[in-house]
């Protein structure tokens, strides 16, 4: 008897329960079914949270060896090349492309890669994959730059757009040796603190990477009329390597220059400089041309750097000036374990977010010129809305409200 009573009890608490997590399920549904209700038909983000699955750029197509880049057939390839071993002060840019990767799937769902500012999808009109990683070879800069050349080298014969992710800045010599088997003359523009053209690099090697622009002139590929350098301040290098930079015709803005000259002019200048009578253009973009306040993440940070608005708004100007069929970029000297918000690449810190911000919106320019362009369509109003408005858009003025 006490048996049956006992079976009853149980019976009724488990037809309870089932009946609870009916309503409880019912219930949070429509809770479930507005998360992809929001955002409209318009949705066009993945079927997964931005922390799910492989940490692809921007969760775009991975592609993994040569046969299958022919078959993609892409017009951009994303490259990771995770090296250090040329760096001197602080090592940990070969975490890098995890760290830019991570940081690109962040951005706010549903992954949208329209730009609200410039009104350009870059990958509405570039098919763009990510092409993995260089197989470095640790402590083997040769056999690593080796490896770099022959993987850029794949995407240039597939008639794509290389975009590097570094990696300390020797990269950039690996890069250009591949860059300039296509392109005879080429000119190049390079954001950096520093001015690394140091005949034996900073501590003697000539590798390294404080030197691989001295590596580049040495191959001939470049004229010194085609090549800028934006942002060097501090201590390194002494009078006698601008004095060199110098008698190859170079021209730097240092910080000073920036202030005074502004973006714009500087980035007409760099431009007008690097498409005079070349073939194509490289720039390479040293994370440590940031102040440190926006890009702390870097082996060498160095204090009055350029701002986030005003490396953005560079890149905007710069992005337009260039024939996208004659183009190659790399991004260098992002070290996570020295960023803000990011002890591990997971979701990447401010460094690593503001190096694939650059990358998009360099993608998002030079995508505005293949389809013949000049500006994209931005969401900008021509008037505010609203009640109380007393701001007339194009003619801005405050007045002092009438009160009775």
Not at 106 to 126: C, H, K, L
Not at 175 to 196: C, E, L, P, S, Y
């Amino acid at each position: 008897m006490f048996n049956d009573r006992c079976r009853l009890v149980i019976t009724i608490i488990s037809i309870k329960i089932r009946i609870i997590l009916r309503i409880f399920i019912i219930k949070a549904r429509p809770i479930l079914v507005m998360g992809m209700e929001f955002y409209g038909d318009d949705f066009n983000g993945a079927d997964v949270a931005p922390f799910v699955g492989i940490n692809t750029f921007l969760h775009l197509p991975l592609v993994k060896n040569h046969t299958e880049l022919v078959e993609a057939n892409p017009d951009v390839a994303i490259i990771g090349e995770p090296f250090d071993f040329g760096t001197t002060i602080r090592p940990g840019a070969r975490y890098g492309p995890r760290a830019i990767r991570a940081a690109s799937t962040v951005p706010s769902p549903p992954f949208e890669r329209f730009n609200i500012e410039t009104g350009a999808d870059p990958f509405g009109t570039f098919r763009t994959v990510d092409y993995g990683d260089v197989i470095v070879s640790p402590g083997d800069v040769i056999e690593s730059h080796k490896r770099m050349t022959l993987k850029v080298k794949e995407v240039l014969e597939a008639d794509g757009i290389p975009v590097m992710l570094g990696g300390d800045h020797s990269i950039t010599y690996a890069n250009v040796r591949a860059f300039a088997k296509k392109f005879k003359n080429i000119g190049m523009i390079h954001f950096d603190t520093h001015a690394d053209c140091a005949p034996q690099g900073l501590t003697g090697f000539k590798y390294d990477h404080g030197a691989h622009i001295r590596r580049i002139m040495e191959m001939g590929c470049m004229k010194g009329k085609n090549y800028s350098l934006v942002g060097p301040r501090g201590y390194w290098p002494g009078r006698d390597l601008y004095k060199w930079m110098s008698d190859q015709d170079f021209q730097w803005f240092t910080m000073l220059d920036v202030e005074e000259l502004g973006i714009d002019y500087i980035a007409k200048e760099i431009a007008d400089r690097a498409n005079d009578g070349t073939d194509g253009v490289y720039l390479s973009w040293d994370i440590d041309s940031f102040d440190p306040a926006y890009a702390p993440g870097t082996g060498e940070p160095e204090p009055n750097g350029l701002t986030s608005r005003e490396g953005i708004r560079m890149i905007r100007q710069l992005s337009k000036s260039f024939d996208p069929d004659r183009f190659a970029m790399d991004l260098v000297e992002i070290a996570p374990a020295y960023d803000v918000s990011d002890s591990s690449s997971y979701n990447g810190g401010i460094t690593s977010g503001l190096g694939q911000r650059l990358v998009v919106e360099l993608l998002a320019g030079l995508s505005l010129t293949k389809r013949g362009l000049d500006e994209g369509d931005p969401v900008r109003p021509k008037d505010y809305r609203g009640k109380g408005n007393t701001y007339n858009f194009g003619n801005p003025r405050a007045e002092i409200p009438k009160r009775d």
